[in-house]
């Protein structure tokens, strides 16, 4: 079974902060990504890693990094916490087999709460 | 700009009957697809896909049915039970440089009730 972790299940922060979020998994997989899911609003990606050290925007990026220094490890880095980041943080992995299609893996998320 | 809709934002069934939650797609690049399940406080368990190449896919009490020249995919639940309640997300990628993508809609919640 396809294994996805994330750091904390629950986090308050205060405004201004810099927050990390941990994502390990641990079936090799190449990619790795970072959604926040908000009521109403779905899954948005915010940022994906396709290889180690590369990423790319997903379709909320503005005030988010990534880093992936090893392949099973993905960090979301929240560089000044602000109230409207309060949000649902879902970490996921997939293999990338090409073109045959492709199934991403969640973790349990992250409930992050900034005051 | 939504390029995977689910219309209905909850859906409520009696267990043992029929659940059928409905998908919507724009961008006709998409060539797979997805289910997902979530429970509150739970990250997203993969359920059932289906490709492009296939107008149906089984497994179990679960069946996806894709109608892609209406751009359409349904998610049939047969029998409905209590657990199968939870948010039901539909989910696409296409082929070509960024496949490995997903588009969410914004899901359906799933109301089984015994």
């Known amino acids: 079974d396809v294994k996805v972790t994330q750091s904390s299940r629950y986090l308050v922060k205060r405004t201004g902060e810099k927050v990390f979020l941990e994502c390990v998994q641990d079936m090799d997989h190449e990619n790795m990504f970072w959604y926040r899911q908000d009521p109403g609003l779905g899954l948005r990606l915010i940022y994906f890693?396709?290889?180690?050290?590369?990423?790319e925007k997903g379709d909320i990026p503005e005030g988010y990094s990534v880093s992936r220094e090893k392949k099973e490890r993905f960090s979301l880095i929240l560089e000044s916490a602000s109230t409207n980041q309060t949000s649902m943080y879902l970490c996921?992995?997939?293999?990338?087999?090409?073109?045959?299609?492709?199934?991403?893996?969640f973790g349990p998320g992250t409930r992050l709460t900034v005051l | 700009d939504q390029q995977v809709k689910q219309n209905s934002p909850s859906l409520s069934v009696q267990e043992g009957r029929i659940s059928i939650l409905n998908c919507d797609y724009t961008n006709s690049m998409f060539d797979y697809f997805l289910w997902y399940k979530k429970y509150p406080a739970e990250g997203p368990t993969f359920l059932i896909s289906i490709s492009s190449i296939k107008d149906k896919n089984e497994d179990g009490r679960f069946t996806v049915f894709l109608n892609k020249s209406a751009k359409h995919l349904s998610l049939h639940i047969v029998p409905s039970q209590p657990g199968d309640s939870a948010v039901y997300f539909c989910a696409a990628s296409g082929s070509g440089g960024s496949n490995y993508k997903l588009t969410f809609g914004k899901g359906t919640l799933l109301t089984v009730n015994p």
């Open positions: 996921a992995s997939s293999h990338n087999p090409g073109l045959a299609g492709d199934t991403q893996y």
């Open positions: 890693s396709y290889d180690v050290k590369m990423k």
